[in-house]
């Protein structure tokens, strides 16, 4: 293809874009769009905070019993740096060897804590989520919108309908 044939057929290409912009714009007009916060949902709806609640009880037991670990693993150690200078290096390396156990045991358990917590807060979410997006879906349907957005990088107060479905949520 020749450089003139090329730059014919972008400047076309441009003409017709630039015939068909008002008309697109004139269909964006027609359309009813909204916006939700996901965000917004998770941090405001009841259904959102009873799953938070729900999932801090579930955890308490274990939260606890780590910082009594946790704890522990610190007042050893203290007590080993406090007590090495006086003690036989057979004693030093027995304790030192307690320690490293006692912290392993305490990472670990850690580490489960973490990925446990992280799975049922994910269950709880989906089954808020899920019901979000029902709630989003009839207010969309009754109120005609063509589009409701969940994530945006912006969206204009004038579009937001956070509140009605924070509203249908909480009843």
Same mark, same amino acid.
């Given at each position: 293809?020749?450089?003139?044939?090329? +730059? #014919?057929?972008? $400047?076309?290409? /441009?003409?017709?874009?630039?015939? =068909?912009?008002?008309?697109? @714009?004139?269909?964006? *007009?027609? /359309?009813?769009? @909204?916006?939700?916060?996901?965000?917004?949902?998770?941090?405001?709806? !009841?259904?959102?905070?009873? /799953?938070?609640?729900?999932?801090? *009880?579930?955890?308490?037991?274990?939260?606890?019993?780590?910082?009594? =670990?946790?704890?522990?693993?610190?007042?050893?150690?203290?007590?080993?740096?406090?007590? /090495?200078?006086?003690?036989?290096?057979?004693?030093?390396?027995?304790? *030192? #060897?307690?320690? +490293?156990?006692?912290? &392993?045991?305490?990472? %670990?358990?850690?580490?489960?804590?973490?990925?446990? =917590?992280?799975? #049922?807060?994910?269950?709880?979410?989906? !089954?808020?989520?899920?019901?979000?997006?029902?709630?989003? &879906?009839?207010?969309?349907?009754?109120? $005609?919108?063509?589009? !409701?957005? *969940?994530?945006?990088?912006?969206?204009?107060? %004038?579009?937001?309908? +956070?509140? $009605?479905?924070? $509203?249908? =949520?909480? &009843?």
């Amino acid at each position: 293809m020749s450089i003139a044939h090329s +730059t #014919r057929w972008i $400047k076309c290409a /441009a003409l017709m874009a630039a015939c =068909l912009l008002p008309l697109a @714009g004139a269909q964006a *007009q027609d /359309a009813k769009i @909204g916006f939700v916060s996901t965000e917004r949902i998770f941090r405001e709806a !009841v259904p959102a905070k009873a /799953a938070q609640t729900k999932i801090e *009880q579930e955890f308490s037991k274990r939260d606890r019993e780590l910082q009594d =670990l946790a704890a522990r693993l610190k007042s050893t150690s203290e007590r080993l740096d406090k007590d /090495a200078a006086v003690l036989s290096e057979s004693d030093r390396m027995r304790r *030192q #060897r307690e320690l +490293t156990e006692l912290d &392993k045991d305490f990472q %670990r358990k850690q580490r489960e804590f973490r990925e446990d =917590l992280n799975q #049922r807060r994910n269950e709880e979410l989906a !089954v808020v989520l899920e019901r979000t997006n029902k709630v989003i &879906k009839q207010i969309a349907e009754a109120e $005609k919108y063509d589009i !409701v957005f *969940q994530e945006a990088v912006y969206a204009s107060p %004038r579009i937001d309908i +956070t509140d $009605k479905v924070l $509203k249908a =949520l909480n &009843k």
